[in-house]
């Protein structure tokens, strides 16, 4: 192999570290500190979002963090540095769950704290040595509380269902009692709200944005993967549900532009590259399609991070992210959009999870876009009947 193509793809690994710990590091270190609550500003347009924006930014950081927080090196510079990340996270995760901490977050109070508990479930999904076995006895009982408190939240008749069944299986994975029917309703809906070609409405519509990525894909493989055994239902829809996974993960990658550029549709685009976590999580748990080369899809979320990266204004002068996508565009905040959601884009990060030495990390491959509009030969699209 050619040694400058060797040297990209390790530069690529290490932008991706930096730029993630660029994000996490004023939520991180305020919340070890605790006085997250103190110091996070919280920008959006309803004055509510004091209420929840704190437990968003830490729950959607981790849910981003965690598989490299699990499965990254122990050894070198990328090894010392997880082992610092692990720490933080897991104090983050104990001062949000403790009453007692200044920085306790709120898990019961509006409608609101059902979805980023369960972000924080999805995160001990993909980390449950790191960032549950490892917490101490009174750690641990917090956590179960924080989770099991989200029961007496209604979810709205969406992809909110997913959010109860997530926890649920984070609750299952830990060894605690959990709710079947939480999980058996969020699976059979979804099943019903399949609108065809690998892509999942949102509740009864169709809507066309990015929560097919955001939430539905992601959270369907994750739940169905630790879940599928405990009934012959759902074992039934575990292929189907890969399949359309493996599907949508194309549509994603296809997507994305020669410039790192990607279609500005739909609600929470301020979510940045989040809207890429779908591709992501199938890139970390080897699942992409065969016509997918693991390194193009690399090179392709490297150009979309690289681009949204680019303007100085997608940080305030604190290093707080700032709503927006390609800078400080607040006119792209819906409603209920504050700082702290913003940090669901850390979800791109998954594939960090994956050793150097994965084919994700190795080699340099131009993405399918890129080769089209410049005239290279591309295998024909087509779709799937699952």
Same mark, same amino acid.
């Given at each position: 192999?050619?040694?400058?193509?060797?040297?990209?793809?390790?530069?690529?690994?290490?932008?991706?570290?930096?730029?993630?710990?660029?994000? !996490?590091? +004023?939520?991180? &270190?305020?919340?070890?500190?605790? #006085?997250?609550?103190?110091?996070? /500003?919280? *920008?959006?347009?309803?004055?509510?979002?004091?209420?929840?924006?704190?437990?968003?930014?830490?729950?959607?950081?981790?849910?981003?963090?965690?598989?490299?927080?699990?499965?990254?090196?122990?050894?070198?510079?990328?090894?010392?540095?997880?082992?610092?990340?692990?720490?933080?996270?897991?104090?983050?995760?104990?001062?949000?769950?403790?009453?007692?901490?200044?920085?306790?977050?709120?898990?019961?109070?509006? !409608?609101? +704290?059902?979805? &980023?508990?369960?972000?924080?479930? #999805?995160?001990?999904?993909?980390? /449950?040595? *790191?960032?549950?076995?490892?917490?101490?006895?009174?750690?641990?009982?917090?956590?179960?509380?924080?989770?099991?408190?989200?029961?007496?939240?209604?979810?709205?008749?969406?992809?909110?269902?997913?959010?109860?069944?997530?926890?649920?299986?984070?609750?299952?994975?830990?060894?605690?009692?959990?709710?079947?029917?939480?999980?058996?309703?969020?699976?059979?809906?979804?099943?019903?709200?399949?609108?065809?070609?690998?892509?999942?409405?949102?509740?009864?519509?169709?809507?066309?944005?990015?929560?097919?990525?955001?939430?539905?894909?992601?959270?369907?493989?994750?739940?169905?993967?630790?879940?599928?055994?405990?009934?012959?239902?759902?074992?039934?829809?575990?292929?189907?549900?890969?399949?359309?996974?493996?599907?949508?993960?194309?549509?994603?990658?296809?997507?994305?532009?020669?410039?790192?550029?990607?279609?500005?549709?739909?609600?929470?685009?301020?979510?940045?590259?989040?809207?890429?976590?779908?591709?992501?999580?199938?890139?970390?748990?080897?699942?992409?399609?065969?016509?997918?080369?693991?390194?193009?899809?690399?090179?392709?979320?490297?150009?979309?991070?690289?681009?949204?990266?680019?303007?100085?204004?997608?940080?305030?002068?604190?290093?707080?992210?700032?709503?927006?996508?390609?800078?400080?565009?607040?006119?792209?905040?819906?409603?209920?959009?504050?700082?702290?959601?913003?940090?669901?884009?850390?979800?791109?990060?998954?594939?960090?999870?994956?050793?150097?030495?994965?084919?994700?990390?190795?080699?340099?491959?131009?993405?399918?876009?890129?080769?089209?509009?410049?005239?290279?030969?591309?295998?024909?699209?087509?779709?799937?009947?699952?």
């Amino acid at each position: 192999m050619n040694n400058n193509v060797v040297i990209e793809a390790f530069e690529d690994r290490r932008y991706w570290i930096e730029t993630m710990l660029k994000i !996490a590091d +004023p939520v991180l &270190d305020a919340l070890s500190k605790e #006085h997250l609550k103190q110091v996070m /500003p919280v *920008e959006g347009g309803m004055e509510d979002r004091n209420r929840y924006s704190h437990l968003e930014a830490f729950a959607r950081l981790s849910c981003g963090m965690a598989p490299w927080i699990e499965h990254g090196p122990t050894t070198g510079w990328e090894g010392l540095l997880r082992k610092e990340y692990a720490n933080l996270v897991r104090r983050g995760m104990e001062v949000g769950t403790n009453p007692a901490s200044p920085d306790y977050m709120n898990f019961t109070a509006g !409608a609101q +704290p059902i979805v &980023d508990t369960a972000f924080l479930a #999805h995160a001990i999904v993909r980390a /449950p040595n *790191e960032l549950f076995n490892d917490l101490a006895p009174d750690g641990q009982r917090n956590v179960i509380t924080a989770l099991k408190s989200t029961r007496t939240r209604k979810p709205p008749f969406n992809n909110w269902l997913l959010f109860s069944a997530m926890i649920e299986t984070a609750l299952f994975l830990i060894g605690e009692e959990w709710d079947l029917m939480r999980v058996d309703y969020a699976l059979r809906q979804h099943e019903q709200w399949y609108v065809g070609d690998g892509i999942y409405g949102d509740g009864p519509s169709f809507h066309m944005d990015y929560y097919n990525s955001y939430v539905i894909q992601p959270m369907l493989v994750d739940i169905i993967d630790h879940l599928a055994d405990q009934s012959p239902d759902w074992k039934q829809m575990k292929e189907k549900i890969h399949t359309r996974a493996r599907r949508y993960a194309v549509i994603q990658e296809r997507s994305i532009s020669p410039e790192g550029t990607f279609p500005v549709v739909g609600r929470s685009i301020a979510y940045r590259f989040g809207a890429f976590q779908h591709l992501a999580q199938m890139a970390l748990q080897h699942r992409l399609d065969k016509s997918l080369h693991p390194a193009q899809v690399r090179c392709a979320l490297t150009a979309v991070i690289r681009r949204i990266m680019e303007p100085h204004e997608t940080f305030d002068e604190k290093g707080w992210l700032r709503i927006g996508l390609y800078g400080y565009q607040p006119e792209l905040g819906e409603s209920y959009i504050s700082t702290g959601s913003l940090y669901l884009c850390a979800t791109v990060f998954l594939p960090l999870g994956l050793p150097a030495s994965d084919s994700f990390w190795q080699g340099e491959q131009e993405w399918t876009m890129k080769k089209v509009w410049s005239g290279k030969k591309v295998a024909i699209d087509s779709a799937i009947d699952v």
